[in-house]
C-alpha cells in the first residue's frame, strides 16, 4: 500500500527518549504519522512499542523529548491524559479494558460520553437514562457497532461479557471509533486470535480507515501489517530502525537481524 508524503502531519515525535533507571526504552525517537493513513509499529518485544504509546498518551513522563499533535502542534507531554483524549486521540491495550457487565452497546455509549450531555459517571451509572436523553447518541453509538457487519450489533443488548474473544477486540476498537478521535491508536488488535479471526479483524481496520479514520498501530502479525499498512516503521532497544513500505522494512538486514539474528542477515 502506498504512502502519500504530501499528507499532513498529525503527529511527530522529536527527539523522544525515555529513561527507566539506566533502561532506555525509548532512545532518541523521530518520527512522523501522516494523516489519513494506516501505519504500522513492528519490532521484537521490549523494541519501546508499547512504551511510545504511553508516552503519546502521557501515561509516561518523557526523560526528554517532545511530541507534537495536530494542525496546531501542541505538545502532549504538556497535556494530561484526559485532556489528551479530548484533543482527539483513543487507544485500545493489549488487555481488554471493557465493562463486561454493561451492554455492548452501553459500553460505546460510555465512550461517546464526552460528546453527549452527560459525564462518564453518569453514562457508566445509569446508561438505559442516557440512552433516553439523547436518542441521537444510541443512533451513533448503532451505526459505529454496524462498522463492524453483524457480530457486533446483533449483540448490541448483550453484555459484553458474553462476546467472544475477538468481537470482545472489536468492542474496544469500536470504543475507539465511537469517540470520533483524529487519530486512533491500536495497541496489538489481534493478538491471541487465529488466522480466521485475524483476517476479519483486517477488514474491520481497513473498513475504519475507509471512513476517513487515522490509524497507528502496533503489531507483531506479519499478515496484519502487510495486509493494512500505507508505512511501517520498525523499532529495535527503542530506536527506529527501519521506515518505508511493508516489503521495504521487512526485507531491510537490519530488521531482519532485530527479529532473527545476524546469522540470518549473512544467510
Known sequence: MAADDTAAIILASESLTKNFGGVLAVNDLSLEVREGEITAIIGPNGSGKTTFFNLIMHLYDATSGQILFGGERRNLLDLPTHEINAQGLARTFQTLRLFPNLTVLENVLVAMSSRVNAGFFSALAKPKSLRRQDKGAEEAAL????????????MCNEPASSLSYANRRRLEIARCVASRPK?????????????????GVIEDIQRIHEKGHTVLLIEHDMKLVEGVAHRVFAFDH???IAEGTFREVSTHPAVIEAYLGKRAVRH
Open 238 to 240: 527503542g530506536t527506529k
Open 143 to 154: 451505526e459505529t457497532l454496524s462498522m463492524f457487519g453483524a457480530r457486533l450489533i446483533s
Open 183 to 199: 487519530l486512533i491508536l491500536l495497541d496489538e488488535p489481534v493478538a491471541g486470535m487465529n488466522p480466521t479471526e485475524t483476517r
